[in-house]
């Protein structure tokens, strides 16, 4: 889907072509048949992982530039609603708890680094 959304954008005019999005957008594509070729849950999560924090390298590297583009509170209920998801788990194993954990950290990491850029600007 953020492929999708990211041609789109670059189609329209909303982001600039910028060779760092483009090789960004390249890398998180290149391994989708990995994923379908693996028949191994783990290492479909592990590149699924992998894929979703190269595709957020963009926003974040916007939003050091331009933090106040970006609002935190969005990415602090991600990163809460995903920890809510970690504990409705039921069995808890590397492959259920992977994704979600990363995805706490990645938001919670982007908004202390918008917290951070915020405060030092103003």
């Known amino acids: 889907m953020k492929e999708a959304l ?3 954008a670059i189609t329209i ?4 072509y ?3 999005f483009i090789g960004i957008f390249k890398k998180t594509v290149k391994p989708h ?3 379908i070729l693996t028949n191994n ?3 479909s999560v592990i590149i699924i992982t992998v894929i979703d924090a190269l595709a957020f390298f963009p926003t974040f590297r916007k939003s050091w530039k331009e933090p ?3 609002p935190a509170i969005t990415y602090a ?3 809460l609603k995903f920890l809510i998801a970690i504990f409705a788990l039921e069995a808890i194993t590397a492959t259920t708890l992977l994704y979600p954990f990363s995805l ?3 938001n919670a990491a982007f908004v202390i680094m918008l917290m951070y850029r915020k405060m030092t600007l103003t």
């Open 6 to 8: 990211t041609i789109v």
């Open 41 to 43: 849950p783990l290492w």
């Open 13 to 16: 005019g909303i982001i600039s």
């Open 77 to 79: 209920l991600s990163s």
């Open 68 to 70: 106040t583009t970006e």
């Open 33 to 35: 048949p990995l994923w």
């Open 104 to 106: 706490v950290i990645m």
């Open 18 to 20: 910028v060779p760092y």
